[in-house]
């Protein structure tokens, strides 16, 4: 497979499992970076190595929306450098793998990669501000949120893609399936299967069995 094109690309198909892998992948870079952060103030003697260690499988993207809400950037302590640089970019990356992910299996389920909007920044953004909305106006807001962010989880994690070919590209599942029945044993060849027999082994003219022997 080419990682680049799975992990980078937007163009093409991705089925559930491919989707489901990259977000394995991504909580385990997650891991890996929280790690080289503990790892870093260590050696700085800034603070202990700790062994609790928290993975989530959201794409590591909740710091996302604090970005444009003004708020978040008011903060109480001094800024941790290392912390910022590697948080940023760990979620700058993380954003790629999941848009580039995501789009292409919503072009599986034969959907544009626009509908990534309603699936995913809409539901964030009321998260992020829901505190401001009027409490009139938190109730259908939190329901719409909440059936749009449903609605995208089936959509890309639960729901298989649409049969054959679509506007987007072959179908992932029939690559597969082609790949598979074309390893086992190689393919019957009658030329090799038929045995020539040379002519002298045949009976010399002249000879000829008699009737009723």
Same mark, same amino acid.
């Given at each position: 497979?080419?990682?680049?094109?799975?992990l980078f690309r937007f163009d093409g198909r991705i089925n559930r499992a491919l989707i489901w892998q990259a977000?394995?992948?991504?909580?385990?870079?997650?891991?890996?970076?929280?790690?080289?952060?503990?790892?870093?103030?260590?050696? !700085?003697?800034?603070? %202990?190595?700790?062994? =609790?260690?928290?993975?989530?499988?959201?794409?590591?993207?909740?710091?996302?929306?604090?970005?444009?809400?003004?708020?978040? @950037? @008011?903060?109480?302590?001094?800024?941790?450098?290392? !912390?910022?640089?590697?948080?940023?970019? =760990?979620?700058?990356?993380?954003?790629?793998?999941?848009?580039?992910?995501?789009?292409?299996?919503?072009?599986?389920?034969?959907?544009?990669?626009?509908?990534?909007?309603?699936?995913?920044?809409?539901?964030?953004?009321?998260?992020?501000?829901?505190?401001?909305?009027?409490?009139?106006?938190?109730? &259908?807001?939190?329901?719409?949120?909440?059936?749009?962010?449903?609605? =995208?989880?089936?959509?890309?994690?639960?729901?298989?893609?649409?049969? =054959?070919?679509?506007?987007?590209?072959?179908?992932?599942?029939?690559?597969v399936e082609d790949s598979a029945a074309a390893s086992p044993a190689k393919s019957w060849?009658?030329?090799?299967?038929?045995?020539?027999? &040379?002519?002298?082994? %045949?009976?010399?003219?002249?000879?000829?069995?008699?009737?009723?022997?």
């Amino acid at each position: 497979m080419d990682w680049t094109w799975y992990l980078f690309r937007f163009d093409g198909r991705i089925n559930r499992a491919l989707i489901w892998q990259a977000l394995l992948i991504v909580a385990l870079a997650a891991g890996l970076l929280e790690l080289i952060n503990q790892a870093i103030h260590v050696l !700085n003697g800034q603070r %202990s190595f700790t062994t =609790g260690l928290t993975v989530n499988f959201d794409f590591g993207l909740d710091d996302l929306f604090k970005a444009v809400d003004p708020r978040a @950037h @008011h903060l109480p302590r001094p800024v941790d450098a290392t !912390n910022l640089i590697i948080r940023g970019i =760990g979620n700058a990356l993380f954003l790629w793998i999941y848009l580039a992910t995501a789009i292409k299996r919503l072009h599986d389920r034969d959907r544009s990669g626009w509908w990534i909007v309603l699936f995913f920044f809409v539901p964030g953004l009321y998260s992020q501000f829901s505190d401001l909305l009027p409490r009139s106006l938190t109730p &259908p807001f939190s329901l719409t949120a909440s059936i749009l962010w449903l609605w =995208g989880v089936v959509e890309m994690f639960i729901v298989p893609g649409t049969s =054959g070919h679509n506007r987007f590209g072959p179908d992932p599942l029939l690559d597969v399936e082609d790949s598979a029945a074309a390893s086992p044993a190689k393919s019957w060849e009658q030329s090799r299967e038929i045995e020539f027999v &040379p002519p002298t082994a %045949s009976p010399p003219g002249g000879m000829h069995v008699k009737r009723g022997a």
